[in-house]
């Protein structure tokens, strides 16, 4: 008798989410776990909006019921606190699960090595970063603006940094309009020259979203797109 497997998910970001999409279409019997503490998407990339009021956090978080009952992913609302018996085993604040194969999805938070980097605000954490910057930006009456980005050393190609000029552009833009751009001073600390954001990628093509007036349609038209899937 063909056992069906137990795979389970840490997180629920686009890597877990796709990656249950195409399980899901590969294997109709897995026994698919997902492990994460909301039964939400946040979408990342529509961040760079909000430190200017452009759009705001509700826009960005997709409810995923929908998406698990069509998925037959079965929710443990839970943070994973760590890993036994070569990831055998998953412990988090609702117990442990037992898997055959484990998708580590957590995100990119917990990569913070550079010394001092406690001290910056990090967009890939979550929502609540996007508004610290618009805060933040609110409440300075001028000084010096240091906006970067790094790559894993580890796996060069796992990078997105065009977010972090989207930033910057966007200070820039957001401080002439107010009329004290003068009073600022902007600072871009890259390690890598980054061409242009990436929307798909795969063996045989990228697409790179030039930065033109158009951008801020083609990216929103994007989303709409993209976000069907989970919805
Ligand atoms: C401002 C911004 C703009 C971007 N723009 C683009 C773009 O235009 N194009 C592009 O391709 N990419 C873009 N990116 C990058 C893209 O958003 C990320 O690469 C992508 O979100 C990574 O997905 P992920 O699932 O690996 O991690 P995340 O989206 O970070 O998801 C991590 C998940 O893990 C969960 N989690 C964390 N810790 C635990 C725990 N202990 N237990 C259980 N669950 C946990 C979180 O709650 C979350 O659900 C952008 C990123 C940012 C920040």
Redesign the pocket.
Known sequence: MHMAHQITF????????STVHEVRKRDAQADITL????V?????????WIPYGLRTRQQFIIPLENFFTRMRVRHVV????GLRDGGRWVD?TAGEVRNDALVI??????IKKLPGIEHAIT??E?IAA?ERIRDRLKAMSGGTIAIGFAGNPNEPSAV?G??MF??LFGIDEQLKRERRRDKFELVCIIDAIDHG???F?NEKRQII?PSSRLFRWV?RGFEIAYLRKYK
């Open positions: 840490i997180g629920s970001g686009f890597g877990a989410l492990i994460a503490p909301l939400e998407l946040h979408y990342l990339p529509g961040f760079i839970a943070e994973v606190t988090s999805a957590s995100g990119g938070r917990f967009p890939c979550g996007a997105r065009g977010s989207e930033f954001t990436v929307v990628c979203l990216k």
